[in-house]
């Protein structure tokens, strides 16, 4: 078929009369020779007004500026040369982001869960057992990646607002013996920090390998993949480094790149990390085609690593830490109990917070939307109605936007207030 200007002009003109006649289904477009029944009429498809709230939720978090200007760069394809050099600035940031010298980093072209299935399914086969610490959302998420790909998952779980003290793991770590163990860090549906320091070393005593969700974590709280002996790790863009969702960082150390090598099973085919490692040059110069990723999103990861970069981890760490500081202590002067009790396992990067029995966590998320233009969430999964849940992350971790938001939910505690005080 010779799709030249006058034909193409044609069928366009074809597909117009459609539009406007549309009783008419069909129509013999003259290139094809032949009649075409468009059941479908085009829809209309109209811009909206749309305020852009502040992103204060859990996530996604607002976008660094430079991020939004990656984007917009001219889109480089695998057949430049540009898109290797992005792809190695990429991995050798993320090596830094992550703190490992592993060579077998990159992203994942997906959101965080499907970087989630990727580590698991590359490090666990089906039969081969994975153990679960189970606090939240995201780990009965782990479990049900697990059971689908036919793994043998095993749960362990304590109070949503709690943290596991490694002697509790060790304990089923002894008795299971599994192939793998996979935990939360920061957990965005419960609020609270996992202490990973040690638990790479009690897993690798029993022959363990150790898998970290880093999702709502990475880049806002001290992470150090090597030192801690974390052996499959992942993250995401959206969360606390401010990017658009959609890739997400992955990284293994020797001992997953061991089992990788060694392992009889096939993972998914679009997550098998052998074969993104040849795409992503991990092992030299290799350039194999896998899939298409997306130029604007790998420019936004790149642009995401700029930032940290810039201003180092550690000004980062500190700039969430000191940032939650300002923010608790303004809560503490407010009607609210703050979920997590201990205040040393309360995750910098998302504050949950429980409500006097008088509100309606719907109805004050709803009141912070319109009347203040801030956006905060509800608790999700097995927090869903009894928290809330507020992100100081990535480029909203400053005092003057947790001024802005401890500003917004002392009006709405008292604007919603039907008890009279
Ligand atoms: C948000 C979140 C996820 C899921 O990330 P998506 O990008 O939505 O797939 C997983 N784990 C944790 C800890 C999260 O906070």
Known sequence: MDLNVKNV????????HCERHTSVTTATIPPFKMALNLLVPPPKIEDREYVKP??????????????????????????SDEYYHVLDDIRSGLQYVF??????????????HAAMEAVITNLVAPGETLLVACRGMWDER?????????INVEVTRIPLYSTFSHEHLENELKRLRPTALCITHGDSSTGNVQKMQGLGDI????????????????????FLTDEWGIDGVFSSTQKALSGPAGISPVAFSARAEEKINKRKHEPPFYFDIKMLAQQWNCYGNTRVYHHTMSPPLLYALRACIKELVSQTLEKSWARHATTLAHFHKRLQEMPVTFYVPIPEERLPTVTTLVLPKRYDYTEFCDYMRTKHNILIYGGVGPTAGKILRIGTMGMNATIEMADIVADAILDTLKALNKSSL
Do not use: M, N
């Not at 002009?9 to 117009?16: D, S």
């Not at 029993?206 to 709502?216: E, S």
């Open 9 to 16: 002009c044609t069928l366009l003109l074809a597909v117009y």
């Open 54 to 79: 502040y992103l204060c939720g859990s996530g996604p978090a607002d976008v660094w500026p430079s991020v939004f200007e990656a984007y917009a760069r001219k889109v480089t394809t695998p057949a």
């Open 142 to 150: 782990a479990i049900e990646i697990a059971k689908r790909f036919g």
């Open 203 to 222: 897993c690798h005593k029993y022959g363990t390998l150790l898998i970290v969700d880093t999702v709502v974590s990475l880049g806002g709280v001290p």
């Open 99 to 112: 703190q490992t010298k592993s060579k077998l980093v990159l992203a994942i072209s997906g959101a965080g």
